[in-house]
């Protein structure tokens, strides 16, 4: 097993070398925080992850989730793992004091979950679904329903999850058919039908499971007007403890990756006595779940991120390890073999994986402050956070969900045949990223969002915010010799983007169809673009420091840097031009394919 999976120096630079995050402090919301209490988080999330999560991470794997009497069974090592989050005060640690929370901030916390999902995704998830669903029921539920469920969850004796999906209804949450229907006790309703792909929806590491779940009171209007939100424990609590509450477990999914954390399907009610109670009002509930949506999509993309993260840092432990071949131009045999990373195509795979899940990483921690400044900042940067960050949420779940798909490919690349067998982890990460992609919002919901909502939205307000924020960045980099090719660059991509983006404004009018069948290409052209932003701000933050640089790790680390986006400018970025050809083209063949030509 690869010894490092994530670099703390580079979390460091992200931290607070770009993002100034001790600069949080001066909200109040966070004031009794500082950077050495950030470094206190950081260094707790690296030790956890050293000694629990990380040795499980193979044995996870292999040990798959089964369903036994009607109980999913997971690996045992959980139960630590789980009491650990919670005696910790992990799950609750964003929340309030009131809350018995630490009032962290997103981006220390998220830099924190990134260590955690680097270490052993799977392991990593149940906790922090759990603080997910308790987020979602302190915002919209009742105070009698906060006190009921929330304090279990935050010590991780209850498991929380939002079930959402139906046999018959995925991304169109607007179908789906489990059924409320009142009782006469005020906020309790009968629920019946199913759920599946319910990420830990029953495992025998906890004393109960508590759904915030997705259903239609009868009577509801129709679509997604009619959807509201429930509270449905998998165990009701009564005079007598906790009952059975007739969520019943059919089975578990067996997964290509993310093995070790069961994906439930859930029968609801079947007896017709599962009682669910009301979040918040009726027929709100998509609104509300929404929330937690948003949330989870950034989380999504760190999660992808980490595991890219990983695998990087096993395929170059390979690269420096393994002899293979000679230089190109050494001719003679005998002549001792070179390390593969010598050879320029390795370091090409390399390169490619470290631009992304760095690039990656540093938008993914920029929006976690964007998402700070909306809860804790101004009313003015309360309003500008929230339309950046709403704006950019789809781009930070796609981008490194889509790529670290091919990153991780490119770790198995690296290590060859040995990469194909389980005796070394790539293979394990390889599959493990490519879910990313489809829960949370497939990639082509994503690209709908993007391009039929969010660039429009407020007249474009959002996206003239971030222009001017990447206009800003190539101008301070325009400054400097070294950053200047890069800023050019990057200042002609992003006037391709504008153009893209005005003529496939003018056809939203015309024809809905036309406009939006290319989204998901639009999307990847947007995330080319941003995560070239968050390159050349990263190697203009890396040229500043390195003139004042003293240890050679530090000179080793800027030049890594400036290396890396030379790289993303010359390999990455320069896709941009096809995506625009692509998309400012008259062609229609993806609509006037017919099915039957299939």
């Known amino acids: ?135 979602l029921l302190r915002s919209f539920g009742s105070q009698d329903l906060i006190n009921t469920f929330t304090p279990n969850m935050y010590a991780g004796v209850w498991q929380g999850t939002m079930a ?6 995925g991304s169109s949450l607007s179908d789906i058919t489990t059924a409320a229907e009142a009782t006469d006790t005020e906020g309790t309703y009968k629920i019946k039908g199913q759920k599946i792909y319910i990420s830990a929806g029953d495992h025998d590491c906890c004393e109960n499971v508590v759904h915030l779940m997705l259903a239609k009171i009868k009577g509801a209007p129709l679509g997604a007007k009619g959807i509201s939100l429930f509270v449905v424990p998998k165990k009701r609590l009564t005079t007598n403890g906790l009952q059975p509450n007739d969520v019943l477990t059919a089975g578990v999914y067996h997964k290509m990756g993310y093995k070790g954390a069961p994906i439930a399907h859930l029968m609801v009610g079947s007896n017709d006595d599962c009682e669910g109670y009301l979040v918040g009002q009726p027929n709100k509930g998509l609104n ?40 190109i131009n050494e001719k003679d045999p005998t002549k001792p073999q070179t390390h593969i990373i010598r050879h320029a195509d390795v370091k090409r795979m390399l390169l490619f994986q470290k631009s992304v899940v760095e690039g990656s990483l540093s938008l993914l921690l920029y929006c976690s402050k964007l998402s700070d400044v909306a809860h804790a900042g101004s009313d003015n940067q309360k309003a500008e956070a929230s339309l950046l960050l709403d704006l950019l949420t789809p781009v930070a779940k796609s981008y490194p969900s889509e790529m670290c798909c091919l990153t991780t490919s490119a770790a198995v690349q690296i290590l060859g045949g040995a990469g194909y067998t389980t005796d070394f982890p790539v293979e394990q990460f390889y599959r493990e990223a490519r879910i990313h992609p489809i829960h ?17 939205m407020k007249n474009g307000e959002a996206l003239a915010l971030l222009s001017n924020a990447i206009v800003q960045t190539i101008g301070e980099a325009q400054q400097i010799e070294k950053t200047r090719p890069l800023a050019l660059q990057l200042e002609t991509a992003l006037d391709d983007l504008g153009k893209t983006t005005k003529h496939l404004l003018t056809l939203a009018s015309q024809d809905t169809e036309v406009f939006l069948s290319d989204a998901t290409l639009y999307l990847e052209f947007f995330g080319l673009v941003t995560i070239g932003w968050q390159w050349l701000s990263m190697a203009l933050v890396a040229q500043r420091n390195l003139a004042d640089a003293t240890s050679q790790a530090d000179i080793y680390f800027y030049n890594g840097k400036l290396a890396t986006a030379r790289y993303y400018f010359e390999y990455e970025l320069v896709k941009v031009a096809s995506l625009s050809a692509r998309l400012t083209s008259t062609d229609t063949v993806t609509i006037d394919m017919d099915a039957n030509w299939f």
Do not use: C
């Open 440 to 456: 949370e919002g497939t990639t082509g919901i994503h690209g709908l969002d993007l391009l039929g909502r969010k660039v429009m």
């Open 164 to 169: 959402l999906t139906e046999p018959d209804a």
């Open 288 to 327: 509300y779940m929404f929330q937690m949506m948003n949330e989870a999509r950034v989380g999504v993309g760190m999660n992808a991120a980490a595991i890219g993260t990983a695998a990087y840092y096993a395929s170059l432990e390979y690269a420096r390890e393994r002899p293979q071949g000679r230089p």
């Open 1 to 135: 097993m690869a010894k490092q999976f994530y670099a703390k120096r580079d979390l460091q630079f992200q931290l607070y070398e770009m993002l100034h995050a001790e600069q949080l402090t001066k909200l109040a919301y966070f004031k009794d925080h500082s950077r050495e209490s950030f470094d206190m988080v950081i260094d707790a999330a690296g030790q956890i992850a050293d000694s629990l999560l990380k040795p499980l991470l193979t044995e996870m794997d292999r040990n798959e989730p089964q369903l036994v009497n009607g109980t999913i069974q997971i690996h045992p090592g959980m139960q630590a793992i789980i009491k650990r989050f919670g005696d910790d005060g992990w799950i609750n640690a964003g929340f309030s004091y009131d809350e018995g929370g630490q009032q962290i901030p997103q981006t220390v916390m998220n830099a924190a979950t990134f260590i955690f999902q680097a270490a052993n995704y799977s392991s990593s998830v149940f906790p922090f679904l759990t603080a997910g669903a308790a987020n």
